[in-house]
């Protein structure tokens, strides 16, 4: 019954826009001529007036087929745009031409028809149809837009570029919108006073507060994908002093695959406040070697390692072995990969690193090409009260692990070290330091290149300060910062494990990577960001507390050696520190007695550590 229903009203519509291009055709032939005679009838001479006339008929079943071959009567123009309005015209175009041939059979005199009349012709009926066409369209935004003033969601758009239209265009002609735009912001000058879709531009980023409480504003979109990661950091440090909700664009390449719409806002997150520019990555470089080869990830189920699982496996290498202590991490990595890559030849181990034996025969039964070492803890305060863990896990491990690689050929091994290991406080710290110097010691005397890459805090990582400030902020407070001076470097995951890929072929072994992080953050600023994007206030819906420094944290961390250097690479985001010099034979004996220590639960165990590491400074 619904389907006949539709099928009538759309015949009538159809019906009625053929008798209106009918009468559109008839204006247009005989306006023509009253216009080129300036609406004096009795000035028209015959012999114009009777070939128009007797052509007429021809006229408008040649345009009728014109409109219908360009689909000027199956275009839904309620949601008309460029391409149908270029139809339009092509179509009036080709009947105006047409009208040229007619009048020439039809001529009844040697004096030819008025070259005005064939451009007025065209101009006046492309002018009827497109009223026809594009008349609905807009009295239904009319419509909306006095619907819309009802809406309870005031918005400011920034950005009057291309992206801002395209948000703006959308909220306005959605029927099912709840938003209403009041006003734009953008920096050009030469755009200030002048209107998108009738929404006016008010003004530069000077204006977002005083227009976000004139306006009365709810929600503030950041349509500018383009801008500069440090500009878009002080536009959103600028809105969050308003207190409304601040939702932006994912990137710059939404807008070139033409993706910007409002389903692909998102809510501003506190990554976008670290003003620094995207890491830019040579993915051939990383797919030349790691593609075709047998790839192994220890600590494959932690943060780090779970993401250089997904990276890896999206380089096709010949198989990917996953090595994990812990098997609820190693089953969720599992299960994703499967899933989004059920072409990928996927081994997925429950082992410990510290397991001389298992690893072993792990290196031997699968013979990696690359090996990635992310398998160490890495909580600073809890290796603190276990101090003989951090150095059986991370130490022995790493030991274990590389012995394991030299004698079975491995290509390239690749650890993943911390900003920590520079000048350490901590024995988390010293640890990755001394691991570093293992792989050194073992790039000296194997075949295989051994390499550290060495960078800072990750969001969203397991235990980083993020999710424990959200769960804080969900649960109404307190948050707890360490000390209020407290600064960290930051990354996001993805970024810092595509550099670990990329630094990976950069390996010529001995090197230890250093990853560029970008400016300090503090951490206080990054507890009061968070409050803020969370729709609260500092003070008085949230308090920060603090704490004091836990034992073994620093207030700032270094990402390298004063006395190491540092030299660039081909990618501006990754550099080499030239490794330390120290008695390899020294350091072996240090090594085994650090390994008996640990074993036998040495009270003193931080002093063979601090024989190792003389930049040591943990008490």
């Known amino acids: 019954m619904n389907i006949k229903q539709f099928n009538f009203k759309l015949l009538y519509r159809r019906t009625a826009l053929i008798i209106y291009d009918i009468i559109s055709v008839i204006a247009a032939s005989y306006l023509s001529l009253l216009v080129r005679y300036e609406f004096r009838m009795d000035q028209i001479p015959r012999y114009f007036l009777e070939p128009v006339t007797k052509a007429l008929p021809f006229a408008i079943i040649l345009t009728l087929m014109l409109f219908y071959l360009f689909r000027l009567y199956s275009s839904l123009w309620a949601f008309a745009g460029e391409s149908e309005l270029i139809s339009l015209v092509i179509a009036c175009i080709i009947s105006g031409l047409s009208n040229i ?6 001529r009844t005199s040697q004096q030819p028809a008025p070259k005005s009349y064939y451009f007025l012709y065209i101009f006046i009926l492309i002018a009827l149809v497109f009223a ?16 819309n003033r009802f809406n309870n969601i005031q918005v400011m758009v920034i950005g009057a570029g291309e992206a801002g239209n395209i948000i703006i265009k959308e909220i306005i002609g959605s029927h099912f919108s709840t938003m209403v735009i009041r006003c734009i912001i953008d920096d050009d000058k030469g755009k200030w006073g002048r209107y998108i879709q009738g929404i006016r531009v008010v003004g530069g980023r000077d204006q977002i507060i005083e227009s976000a409480k004139r306006y009365r504003i709810d929600e503030i979109i950041l349509a500018a994908p383009s801008i500069p990661a440090a500009e878009r950091k002080k536009i959103l440090q600028i809105c969050q002093e308003t207190g409304c909700k601040l939702r932006t664009l994912p990137g710059m390449y939404q807008l070139i695959n033409g993706e910007v719409s409002v389903s692909t806002l998102r809510d501003v997150e506190v990554e976008d406040l670290l003003g620094r520019e995207p890491v830019s990555i040579d993915i051939d470089s990383i797919i030349g070697y790691v593609s075709g080869k047998c790839v192994l990830v220890t600590g494959g189920g932690g943060s780090i390692g779970s993401e250089l699982c997904r990276q890896i496996a999206g380089h096709k290498p010949s198989r990917l072995v996953i090595v994990d202590i812990y098997e609820n991490n190693a089953y969720d990595i599992e299960q994703e990969l499967r899933t989004k890559y059920p072409e990928l030849a996927l081994t997925v181990l429950i082992a410990s690193v510290r397991n001389t034996l298992r690893m072993e025969n792990i290196f031997k039964q699968y013979k990696p090409d690359i090996v990635y070492h992310a398998a160490a803890h890495k909580h600073v305060p809890l290796m603190e009260n276990s101090p003989c863990e951090a150095i059986k896990n991370n130490v022995m491990g790493t030991w274990k692990c590389a012995q394991a690689a030299a004698d079975c050929g491995v290509e390239r091994f690749v650890l993943i070290s911390t900003d920590k290991a520079v000048n350490p406080t901590s024995i988390m710290g ?10 050194q010691t073992f790039n000296r005397h194997s075949d295989t290149n051994f390499v550290a890459v060495r ?9 980083s300060v993020i999710p424990l400030f959200k ?7 307190p948050v ?19 550099l670990v890929l990329q630094a990976g072929a950069y390996a010529k072994g001995g090197e230890i990577f250093v990853l560029d992080m970008g400016e300090p953050v503090r951490i206080l600023d990054l507890a009061r960001n968070l409050i803020r994007l969370s729709g609260l206030k500092e003070g008085e819906d949230i308090e920060i507390r603090f704490t004091g420094l836990r034992p073994g944290e620093k207030l700032y961390e270094e990402m390298l050696m004063s006395e190491e250097g540092l030299k660039d690479t081909a990618n501006r985001q990754i550099h080499i520190g030239r490794p330390l010099e120290y008695d390899e034979e020294k350091f072996y004996e240090q090594l085994e007695a650090l390994r008996k220590a640990a074993t036998e639960e040495s009270e003193d165990i931080r002093s063979y550590v601090r024989a190792i590491v003389p930049t040591y400074t943990g008490k």
Do not use: W
């Open 101 to 106: 041939v007619l009048l020439q059979v039809f």
């Open 132 to 147: 026809s066409r594009f008349s609905y369209r807009f009295f239904r935004s009319l419509k909306h837009r006095k619907e």
């Open 430 to 439: 010293a640890s990755k330091r001394i691991c570093e110097m293992i792989i």
């Open 455 to 463: 960078f800072g805090n990750v969001l969203g990582s397991n235990g």
């Open 471 to 477: 769960k804080q902020i969900a649960a109404g407070g």
């Open 480 to 498: 707890t910062v360490t000390d209020p001076n407290i600064i960290r470097y930051f990354m996001t995951i993805p970024e810092a494990v595509s």
